[in-house]
């Protein structure tokens, strides 16, 4: 298990079929290494059938992860369960995968504050999504911007941070020189392709450190 760099969310839209394996595989063609399947009110059988098709899909990325759903994770083969900022304690989850399966899987914790990373780090978290770290519409009006120096201070708790909120190339390297240990977003890796020479210059930053 890999903890992702580049870490691709699932569109609200997405749905199974054709245009969600292509873009899965577009994803691993384009040197993106991680895929969180993140699908707000969707069915459990159209969360199931994304993981299934992503996991299936041979280019897909390297490190396959599911949002909230620790029964998906394990039913679809995924990599790792990412769990809100107010999810189920990590202990208990470490708990329920021993019971079940002898095959480790990465835990991650969602976090909106360096106190909450602390905290998912004393937990025993695998690492932590912070954000939004800029401005993104998707929490407009929800949850304001932490800025540079608030995920500075996430990732000096020690726990490896993956920075997500207003993600892009423009942010990407003022992210990195933070510390952060990778980058998510939405919007960013919608078109694999249109920035996969972002993607690349990024791998290869990563591949000399």
Known sequence: MKIPRLLAISSPEASPGPVWRRWCNDLGAAGVDGLQVRRK???????????????????????????????????????????????????????????????????????????EVRAARDEGADFALFGPVFETPSKAGVLAARGLAALKQAVDTGLPVIALGGIDAVHAERVL??????????????????????????NARWSRS
């Open 177 to 202: 020189d933070q510390g952060a240990w990778g980058l998510a977003a939405i919007r960013w890796f919608a078109d694999p392709a249109a920035a996969s020479s972002d993607f690349a210059a990024l």
């Open 41 to 115: 009110g969707a069915s459990d059988r159209d969360l199931l059938d994304l993981a299934i098709a992503a996991r299936a899909c041979a280019g897909a990325p390297e490190t396959l992860l599911i949002n909230s759903r620790l029964d998906i994770a394990l039913a679809a083969g995924a990599d790792g369960v990412q769990l809100p900022a107010t999810g189920l304690p990590i202990a208990r989850v470490r708990r329920a995968l021993a019971s079940v399966t002898s095959t480790p899987l990465l835990v991650g914790r969602s976090t909106h504050h360096p106190d």
